[in-house]
Structure formats: C-alpha cells, structure tokens
C-alpha cells in the first residue's frame, strides 16, 4: 500500500507516518531525507539538487522526482511506502502519478489556531532531538538523556504564517487532486488518537 500525508506545518504528519510504518511495515519517505542522502552518497542528482540549494533556490521538481523514482525503485518498497511531505503542489503531483501507484491519501484537519499553539508551544532536546510541546511537557530538560531543551529560531508565528500561507496556496488544492482517494482525519486530537484514527482507516482499506 502506497500512502501520501496531507496536512499543514504542525498537524502531526511525521509523527503519524513513524507509527503507520512500524503497524504496516511501510517505508516512510521524505524528500528532505532524499536530498540529504544523495548530497552525502555524491550522486548525480544530488549534486545537482545541491547547486540549487546552496544558492538559496528551491530544487526543481524534476530533480526531486527523479531521487524519488530511484528511492521507491529499491526493494524495501515493495511492500508499500507512505509519503510524508510530498507532494506539495499540483504539477508535483501530477509528476509522481507517473511513476507510483497511489492507494489512499490521508489529509490530518488541524485548525490553525491550534497548529499556532503547537508551533509556539514546540520544545527540542538540544542532544538527542526529542521534540517535546509545552501543553504535555512542562520540564525544562529532556525525559530521554537529561540535556537542556530549546525553541528553534523558525518556531515564530510570523514565519509559521508564511508558512501557512504557502501551504494553502500551493497545497490545499491537493485536496481536490486526490479527491477519489481521500480520507480526512481528525487531526486535533492527541497523537495517540489521531494514529488509532488513521490506523482503524487503514485496516479498512486493506480489506
């Protein structure tokens, strides 16, 4: 089963996709991973994606296809992937119906108000990455190794809403794109609800 995961900055995306991929053995997908992994390993796209990137240019997404067709190539996906991030425009995706079968595509609704407190509210470990929110975690030291915690520089509202904005531009209208495999869960909810929710959708669909 081949997965997209819609949903604005905030609204959990990757923390469902980590769980979807342990309940079905999935292979979870992020073209910021891609771009890392190719830019490390000195291929071809990568370097090329690599000359964009450092001029401060969005990589085009032909490059960005063509790391993704190799990725979903490899033998770990055949058993399906979920796509966490991508696509983020029509012509993205438009790209990608050309190279995967896709077989849902789950959008998390989350209002802005509370992907506004989420981001404010977001607390990383400054050693390990645990990433902590204030509204469950009021310690000002990691539950996993002690280290300090901290707030990225980015988690603001003036950048989140440019944030916002762009991602009701260019991928809101994914929406309708996908509408004939579209599911929309409730994404306001815990973590541990929103993962039964798209877990329970999943199963059904497997059926």
């Known amino acids: 089963m081949n997965i997209i995961l819609l949903g604005a900055p905030f609204s959990g995306k ?4 980590r769980k979807i991929v342990d309940d079905f053995g999935l292979i979870q997908i ?20 690599k000359t964009y990137m450092d001029k401060g240019e969005l990589v085009p ?3 960005t296809i063509s790391m993704l067709k190799e990725r979903i190539s490899r033998e770990d996906c055949k058993n399906g ?14 790209e990608l119906e050309k190279i995967a079968k896709i077989d849902a595509v789950i959008a998390l609704d ?7 407190r989420r981001c404010l509210g977001r607390r990383v470990c400054s050693k390990c990455g645990e990433i902590y929110n204030t509204s469950t975690y009021s310690e000002s030291t990691c539950a ?3 280290s300090p915690l901290f707030q990225r520089n980015d988690d603001n509202l003036e950048t989140l809403n440019n944030r916002l904005e762009v991602y009701e531009k ?14 929309v869960v409730d994404g306001s909810v815990s ?8 877990k329970k959708l999943l199963e059904g669909l497997k059926k």
Do not use: W
């Open 61 to 63: 997404d032909s490059v």
């Open 30 to 49: 992020s073209t910021g991973d891609l771009f890392r992994e190719n830019i490390k390993n000195g291929t071809e796209v990568g370097l090329l994606a």
């Open 81 to 94: 992937f979920i796509l966490d991030g991508f696509p983020r425009s029509i012509p993205q995706a438009q």
């Open 170 to 183: 260019m991928t809101a209208p994914l929406i309708n794109f996908y509408a004939d495999r579209l599911n």
């Open 144 to 146: 996993k190794c002690g």
């Open 191 to 198: 973590p541990e609800a929103t993962h039964m929710s798209v």
């Open 110 to 116: 989350v209002p802005f108000d509370e992907i506004r």
């Open 14 to 17: 990757g923390t469902v996709a």
